[in-house]
C-alpha cells in the first residue's frame, strides 16, 4: 500500500509539470545493522517505491533536500532484512534547489548576559555648586563631589547629604531638632528645584521647594 501511495504522489507531481522527468532508482538494505543511510544525490524530488519490513523497530525513510537527498533502511533486532526502494524524478530544466524537506533543529537558544552594572554618572549640566537656593527653610548651599552631595541650609542649623542621579537628588537632612529623608528634583539648569521631605524613614511626603 506504501508503495502504491508513494508512486501516486511521483506520478501527479510529475503530471503538473511539463518537462519529461528522469526517473532514478535506488536500494537499502539492513539487517541489525542498526542504520544504513544511501546517499542519493541531488534531484528534483524523491519517495519511497518499495518497502519490505525487517520487523520489530524496523522502517524505510526517504529525506533531505533537492540539493541532497538520502534514502534510510533501520533494523535493530536482526530479523528479516529491512529492504527499502525508492525513486528520484528531474526535470530537464531544473537546476536543483529549493527548501529541505527534513525539518532543521530549531536554532539553540544562548542566555544573554545581564547587563553590567555600572556606576550612574554626575549629569553633565550638574554644576560644582548648587545654589544659593531661596528654600521652604532658609536659604540651601550644595556642592557636588562626582555623584555625591552636601550642603547646609539656615533653618535650624539644618544639613543635607544624598546622592545625584540625573536631575534627582536622593538622601536625608539633619537639624538640631531631628532628621529624616529627602527627594529634590532639579529643573535642567538647576536653577530650582521641587522636593518633598519627612522625618525619620518615612516616604517623604512634605514639601521642600527651591529657586536661585
Known amino acids: 500500500m506504501l508503495r502504491s501511495l508513494s508512486l501516486m504522489v511521483l506520478v501527479l507531481w510529475a503530471g503538473g509539470v511539463s518537462a519529461a522527468p528522469r526517473i532514478s532508482s535506488y536500494n537499502a538494505e539492513c539487517q541489525g545493522c542498526g542504520e544504513k543511510r544511501v546517499q542519493m544525490g541531488s534531484h528534483s524530488f524523491c519517495a519511497l517505491s518499495s518497502v519490505h519490513s525487517g520487523g520489530f523497530d524496523s522502517y524505510c525513510a526517504v529525506g533531505g533536500s533537492p540539493k541532497s537527498w538520502f534514502l534510510i533502511a533501520k533494523d535493530t533486532d536482526g530479523g528479516e532484512t529491512q529492504a527499502c526502494g525508492a525513486v528520484c524524478m528531474d526535470l530537464e530544466d531544473?537546476?536543483?534547489g529549493g527548501d529541505s524537506v527534513v525539518a532543521l533543529p530549531p536554532p539553540v537558544s544562548r542566555p544573554v548576559?545581564?547587563?553590567v552594572a555600572r556606576p550612574d554618572p554626575a549629569p553633565s549640566a550638574a554644576p560644582d555648586v548648587f545654589g544659593p537656593y531661596q528654600s521652604d527653610f532658609g536659604s540651601l548651599t550644595m556642592r557636588r563631589s562626582g555623584n555625591r552631595v552636601s550642603g547646609t541650609y539656615t533653618h535650624k542649623d539644618g544639613r543635607v547629604e544624598g546622592t545625584l542621579s540625573g536631575n534627582t537628588l536622593t538622601g536625608r537632612w539633619t537639624q538640631s531638632n531631628g532628621e529624616g529623608r529627602l527627594v529634590f528634583r532639579f529643573n535642567s539648569d538647576f536653577s530650582g528645584f521641587t522636593g518633598?521631605?519627612?522625618?525619620?524613614?518615612?516616604v517623604p511626603d512634605r514639601q521642600w521647594n527651591g529657586h536661585r
Open 94 to 96: 531544473s537546476a536543483g
Open 113 to 115: 548576559p545581564p547587563p
Open 196 to 202: 518633598v521631605w519627612s522625618y525619620g524613614d518615612a
